[in-house]
């Protein structure tokens, strides 16, 4: 017979993995994502799997069935992260990520990047919806042009990541955006205008950090000569032009039309591949040697598909901006999903999850206990089932009664379950979202954290807000909830 887990056996997977987790940061820095922490993962659901067998009752093959079904809800970020690999590859290739950091270097000063970074890539995000689709086009552009005005990848990467959360956020096309509200049984305009209260100030906030952190980096300490030098560079190596900036501009329509990011980015490849024959016919035929011919090309596209582009220009900087992408390049964080869905699943399966919520649920006294609890909740659960779409259905379940009994609409659930379980997500580096945006900028989670200033403050702007009755929003009794 089944028995509930007490609070103790609950939280002790997640004492052993933290536990785990710690040791391989300690002892393997920036290497802990590429095998430690997939281990720790792997790990703490086998102690998680013993517990549920032999202590709480459960029977193996549920377990094992139930896991590889939470395995299952990744499947779309661990084929979005397989097609991405391939396009990155693919559009360094054709021209269009040299292209965006040519220009990129010569038009942005090294004082406004941060702010411009962030601006760009809320912009992008907001009009897509997708703040994968913008760090995997935009985002490695932007990485490469930061990169060469010497700006810390940390900063580079925390700018990009909260303006691409800004605009995910806040946007009518975003999955999150739409689900957030679903599980709340709010409607989604409520549900966006609601967000305004948290989100703007925190936007704004990041802004001000950015601009002060750009002040440190006016480009004083940068060589002419060797800016100079890069730009040359891709100029000699690269046909720059234009016309390729249609190609991001089409995949950003795509997106915009509601196409879903994967066929989308898929289309986005394939146009790639047409773009190389296009505009980079010198490139191909100095790659190709003295043995240019259709097999050849055929060869080096597929190549650069599966294992990304390899630059060989001698440059240091210029080699390290562009030998990067392929699908087998994404493989290692496929790998670090695929152990912390195995995790997640396995705390679901045997009810740890549940039980750790239920005890926050019993402490939580007042309108702001009620708001930390729910954003505290959404955080815990982006670090243990390891994808925020889980945080988000499974916090929006969990608290919705306790909003109705305190009077509150569910559109401050749905506010509170955005600013916890969306924002955090990316800064998880064995979450779906911190291991994407990892894998895809090149730059550890752990190094763009401290920086992802958007991320960081929206959890405490929500709470903040809570304890304001003007922007805790009461049950209109006349008023008709949209039903979930």
Known sequence: MKKTPSLFIAILPVIILVTFLSLNVYIFKDDSSYGPNQLALLFAAIITALIGVFHLGHDYNEIETKTIQSIGVSMHAILILLVVGALIGIWIFNGVVPTMIYYGIKLIHPAIFLPISLIICAVVSLATGSSWSTVGTVGVALVGIGQTLQIPDGMIAGAIVSGAYFGDKMSPLSDT???????????????????TYTTFPSFIISLILFIILGLFYS?????????????????????????LFTLPLIVFILVKKKVPALPALLAGTILGVVYILIFQQDLLVRLSGSDFSVAN????????????????????LIDKLFSRGGMSGMLNTIWLIIMAMVFGGMMEVTGMIQKIAETV????????????STIGTSVFLNLTTSDQYIAIVLTGRMYKSAYKDYNLHP????????????VTSVLVPWNTCGAYFSSVMGIATMTYLPFAFFNLISPIMSILISTSEKRMEK????????PE
């Open 361 to 372: 649920l019993k402490v939580v006294s007042g309108v702001t206990s009620l708001v930390a």
């Open 297 to 316: 090309t055929y060869k080096m596209i597929m190549k650069t598909t599966y294992s990304g582009f390899e630059s060989t220009t001698g440059h240091k």
């Open 219 to 243: 480009g004083d300490h940068l060589n002419p000569g060797d800016i100079e030098q890069v730009v040359g560079l891709i100029d000699k190596n690269f046909n720059i032009s234009l016309w």
């Open 411 to 422: 559109k401050n659930l749905s506010r509170a379950v955005e600013d916890g379980a969306t």
């Open 475 to 482: 049950i209109d009794p006349a008023a008709e909830i949209t």
């Open 177 to 195: 955006t739409n689900l957030a509200p679903a599980m709340a049984g709010t409607d989604l305009f409520s549900h966006i205008k609601h967000m």
